[in-house]
């Protein structure tokens, strides 16, 4: 199992940024792919972007493709989204994920580990 830590949440007017973090220990790290998620009160976790296990690959939702980018340092355990031109309908909770193997999708079901999550809100 990895254990997974999100950092960097916080309050943003719109159209500012935010870069989260996400620490994983207890296994290794490179060995697992990478994704994020995010989930309004009542709604859904939503998939916004993943990374394969070398940081070759990437996919993102086309709500947040070319405002987001997803990054990983694997000498650090360390995954991070880099967040541009903030929406008020991007105030959600922020979740990190892991999955194990070279390469994960958008189904949430695909991830093994999951974090405690980091709170993004994006004021008007």
């Known amino acids: 199992q990895v254990q997974l830590v999100e950092s960097g949440g916080g309050l943003v007017q719109a159209g500012g940024s935010l870069r989260l973090s996400c620490v994983a220990s207890?296994?290794?790290?490179?060995?697992?792919?990478m994704g994020w998620f995010r989930q309004a009160p009542g709604k859904e976790r939503e998939f916004v972007t993943a990374?394969?296990?070398?940081?070759?690959?990437?996919s993102y939702a086309d709500s947040v493709k070319g405002r987001f980018t997803i990054s990983r340092d694997n000498a650090k355990n360390t995954v991070y989204l880099q967040m541009n031109s903030l929406k008020p309908e991007g105030t959600d909770v922020y979740y990190c994920?892991?999955?194990?193997?070279?390469?994960?999708?958008?189904?949430?079901?695909?991830?093994?580990?999951w974090g405690q999550g980091t709170q993004v809100t994006v004021s008007p």
């Open positions: 990374i394969s296990w070398s940081g070759g690959g990437t």
């Open positions: 207890g296994r290794t790290f490179s060995n697992y792919a």
């Open positions: 994920a892991a999955a194990r193997g070279p390469y994960s999708g958008s189904d949430r079901y695909d991830y093994d580990d």
